[in-house]
Protein backbone atom coordinates (compact mmCIF):
# COMPACT_ATOMS: atom_id res chain seq x y z
CA UNK A 1 0.00 0.00 0.00
CA UNK A 2 2.71 2.12 0.80
CA UNK A 3 4.13 1.89 -2.36
CA UNK A 4 1.20 3.19 -4.56
CA UNK A 5 1.03 6.09 -2.35
CA UNK A 6 4.89 7.02 -2.71
CA UNK A 7 4.09 7.84 -6.39
CA UNK A 8 1.86 10.55 -4.91
CA UNK A 9 3.58 11.93 -2.22
CA UNK A 10 5.59 15.32 -3.30
CA UNK A 11 9.48 14.95 -2.99
CA UNK A 12 11.01 14.74 0.41
CA UNK A 13 12.10 18.80 -0.11
CA UNK A 14 8.70 20.11 -0.92
CA UNK A 15 6.87 18.70 2.27
CA UNK A 16 7.78 21.98 3.93
CA UNK A 17 6.73 24.14 1.57
CA UNK A 18 2.68 24.59 1.46
CA UNK A 19 0.97 22.37 -0.98
CA UNK A 20 -2.43 24.01 -2.35
CA UNK A 21 -5.30 22.04 -1.87
CA UNK A 22 -3.47 19.41 0.06
CA UNK A 23 -4.65 18.59 2.95
CA UNK A 24 -4.05 15.22 5.20
CA UNK A 25 -6.76 12.69 5.37
CA UNK A 26 -6.30 10.16 8.23
CA UNK A 27 -3.35 9.85 10.63
CA UNK A 28 -1.41 6.98 8.59
CA UNK A 29 -1.05 9.35 5.72
CA UNK A 30 0.66 12.32 7.92
CA UNK A 31 2.39 9.67 9.82
CA UNK A 32 3.90 8.11 6.10
CA UNK A 33 4.84 11.71 4.96
CA UNK A 34 6.27 12.68 8.41
CA UNK A 35 8.58 9.50 8.18
CA UNK A 36 9.43 10.02 4.77
CA UNK A 37 10.63 13.88 5.64
CA UNK A 38 12.31 12.60 9.04
CA UNK A 39 14.97 10.02 6.95
CA UNK A 40 15.33 11.97 4.10
CA UNK A 41 16.70 14.61 6.29
CA UNK A 42 18.71 11.68 8.39
CA UNK A 43 19.78 10.23 5.10
CA UNK A 44 21.57 13.47 4.41
CA UNK A 45 23.08 14.21 7.54
CA UNK A 46 24.39 10.60 7.58
CA UNK A 47 25.61 10.57 4.35
CA UNK A 48 27.56 14.04 5.08
CA UNK A 49 28.69 12.79 8.41
CA UNK A 50 30.35 10.11 7.10
CA UNK A 51 31.85 11.68 3.77
CA UNK A 52 32.36 14.98 4.72
CA UNK A 53 33.89 16.31 1.46
CA UNK A 54 35.08 19.09 2.59
CA UNK A 55 37.64 17.27 4.89
CA UNK A 56 38.06 14.92 2.52
CA UNK A 57 38.91 18.33 0.12
CA UNK A 58 41.66 19.55 2.76
CA UNK A 59 43.34 16.17 3.27
CA UNK A 60 43.52 16.32 -0.67
CA UNK A 61 44.89 19.75 -0.66
CA UNK A 62 47.17 18.45 2.13
CA UNK A 63 48.33 15.67 0.34
CA UNK A 64 49.15 17.70 -2.78
CA UNK A 65 51.23 20.42 -0.61
CA UNK A 66 53.31 17.62 0.83
CA UNK A 67 53.64 15.99 -3.24
CA UNK A 68 54.69 19.07 -4.57
CA UNK A 69 57.00 20.14 -1.39
CA UNK A 70 58.91 16.65 -1.65
CA UNK A 71 59.01 17.02 -5.29
CA UNK A 72 60.70 20.74 -4.63
CA UNK A 73 62.85 19.21 -2.62
CA UNK A 74 64.27 16.69 -4.65
CA UNK A 75 65.15 18.49 -7.63
CA UNK A 76 67.01 21.78 -5.33
CA UNK A 77 68.80 18.88 -4.04
CA UNK A 78 69.32 16.53 -7.23
CA UNK A 79 70.57 20.23 -8.66
CA UNK A 80 72.68 21.33 -5.66
CA UNK A 81 74.34 17.70 -4.48
CA UNK A 82 73.24 15.25 -7.30
CA UNK A 83 71.41 12.60 -5.33
CA UNK A 84 67.73 13.35 -3.91
CA UNK A 85 67.22 14.11 -0.41
CA UNK A 86 63.36 14.85 0.85
CA UNK A 87 63.04 15.99 4.60
CA UNK A 88 64.52 13.18 6.58
CA UNK A 89 63.64 10.39 4.23
CA UNK A 90 66.56 9.88 2.25
CA UNK A 91 65.52 8.95 -1.40
CA UNK A 92 69.13 7.78 -3.28
CA UNK A 93 69.92 8.60 -6.81
CA UNK A 94 71.64 6.44 -8.30
CA UNK A 95 71.48 7.37 -12.21
CA UNK A 96 71.93 3.46 -13.36
CA UNK A 97 69.19 2.28 -12.00
CA UNK A 98 68.62 -0.80 -9.60
CA UNK A 99 67.46 -4.11 -10.42
CA UNK A 100 66.92 -2.77 -14.22
CA UNK A 101 64.39 -0.38 -13.29
CA UNK A 102 64.83 3.47 -13.66
CA UNK A 103 65.73 5.34 -10.02
CA UNK A 104 63.12 8.04 -11.22
CA UNK A 105 60.54 5.20 -10.51
CA UNK A 106 62.29 4.14 -7.42
CA UNK A 107 62.21 7.57 -5.82
CA UNK A 108 58.48 8.53 -7.06
CA UNK A 109 57.33 4.78 -4.93
CA UNK A 110 59.06 6.22 -2.01
CA UNK A 111 57.67 9.70 -2.38
CA UNK A 112 54.36 8.14 -2.54
CA UNK A 113 54.80 6.27 0.63
CA UNK A 114 56.25 8.79 2.37
CA UNK A 115 53.19 11.57 1.35
CA UNK A 116 50.83 8.91 2.46
CA UNK A 117 52.80 8.24 6.16
CA UNK A 118 53.23 12.06 6.74
CA UNK A 119 49.32 12.70 5.83
CA UNK A 120 48.37 9.58 8.21
CA UNK A 121 50.18 11.65 10.83
CA UNK A 122 49.98 15.14 10.38
CA UNK A 123 46.06 15.39 9.58
CA UNK A 124 43.65 16.33 12.10
CA UNK A 125 40.77 14.10 10.75
CA UNK A 126 39.62 10.61 11.47
CA UNK A 127 41.37 7.78 9.88
CA UNK A 128 38.23 6.65 7.61
CA UNK A 129 38.54 10.29 6.10
CA UNK A 130 42.27 9.85 5.98
CA UNK A 131 41.66 6.69 4.08
CA UNK A 132 38.86 7.76 1.79
CA UNK A 133 40.83 10.91 1.11
CA UNK A 134 44.14 8.77 0.56
CA UNK A 135 42.63 6.18 -1.75
CA UNK A 136 40.73 8.57 -3.67
CA UNK A 137 44.55 10.37 -4.20
CA UNK A 138 46.18 7.00 -5.04
CA UNK A 139 43.66 5.95 -7.74
CA UNK A 140 42.73 9.04 -9.55
CA UNK A 141 46.23 11.14 -9.49
CA UNK A 142 49.05 8.98 -9.54
CA UNK A 143 47.50 7.08 -12.30
CA UNK A 144 47.92 10.91 -14.49
CA UNK A 145 50.47 11.51 -12.80
CA UNK A 146 52.86 8.66 -14.07
CA UNK A 147 51.21 5.11 -15.45
CA UNK A 148 54.22 3.62 -16.24
CA UNK A 149 55.65 3.93 -12.67
CA UNK A 150 52.51 3.78 -10.39
CA UNK A 151 50.85 0.58 -12.54
CA UNK A 152 47.85 -1.26 -10.99
CA UNK A 153 50.48 -3.65 -9.30
CA UNK A 154 52.14 -0.26 -7.46
CA UNK A 155 48.82 1.31 -7.14
CA UNK A 156 47.33 -2.23 -5.19
CA UNK A 157 50.72 -2.03 -2.46
CA UNK A 158 49.62 1.90 -2.09
CA UNK A 159 46.32 1.10 -1.59
CA UNK A 160 46.96 -2.11 0.72
CA UNK A 161 49.57 0.27 2.93
CA UNK A 162 47.31 2.79 2.93
CA UNK A 163 44.03 0.09 4.65
Known sequence: MTNS??????????IMAA??????????????????????ITCRARTEFFHPKSKIQSVLLLTHTVWSKMEQEILDNLI???????????LC?????????????CIHRKKARFT?????????????????????????????YNKYIFHEGELQKLRDWVS
Request: proline share 6%; glycine share 4%.
Open 116 to 144: IAQIMVKSKYSIDIKEEALLLWINKFLPK
Open 80 to 90: TYGRANATHWC
Open 19 to 40: QPGEELTDLTQAKDLISRLRSS
Open 93 to 105: HNPAGVNGESDKA
Open 5 to 14: FSRLLPAPHD
